[in-house]
């Protein structure tokens, strides 16, 4: 009997994983999922950060977080347009987002995947095998501010 399997999409693989439930929750309520999740046919990476990532950021940063704008910024820093598995995250890669302004920084430490100096890469290589909606999901320990974001708050 075929085994018959059923499609993951990016947003049902965050969904899903309890340890990424306050990012899903951002991802909801500010609308990003609406405009990266949307059945393009797009492969898309997204570099989640856990729930106590989440946490500590909306706890550090009250303001950027009280403005949808800036939250919506700073949820888009984490999705990167193209495919990248963990294999191509090498040291002195810029990874471009979809906030269009801002790099991802990936560089090593102590063996260890680093983003921007200091998100580490926890959990990678969650594949999506949705047709219309492909790409990977890589955990990490930290939210990621683009600096964009950062120097409008000044």
Known sequence: MPVEMI?????????????????????TSSGV????????????????PTNN???EAVESYKTLFSSPETTALVLQY????GLFHAEMLSSGLRVGTT????FINIHMKN????????AKLITSNIYANSINDGGVVHVIDK????????????
């Open 7 to 27: 499609p993951k999409t990016l947003l049902s693989i965050i969904q899903s994983n309890p340890q990424l439930s306050n990012f899903s929750s951002l991802l």
């Open 33 to 48: 999922h609406n405009f990266v999740f949307k059945a393009t046919g797009e492969k898309f990476t997204i570099f989640a």
């Open 53 to 55: 990532a989440v946490t």
């Open 78 to 81: 984490h999705i990167a347009v």
């Open 99 to 102: 906030t269009r302004a801002d």
């Open 111 to 118: 063996g260890v995947k680093v983003l921007n100096g200091e």
């Open 143 to 154: 939210v990621l501010i683009p600096q964009s974001v950062l120097n409008m708050k000044k």
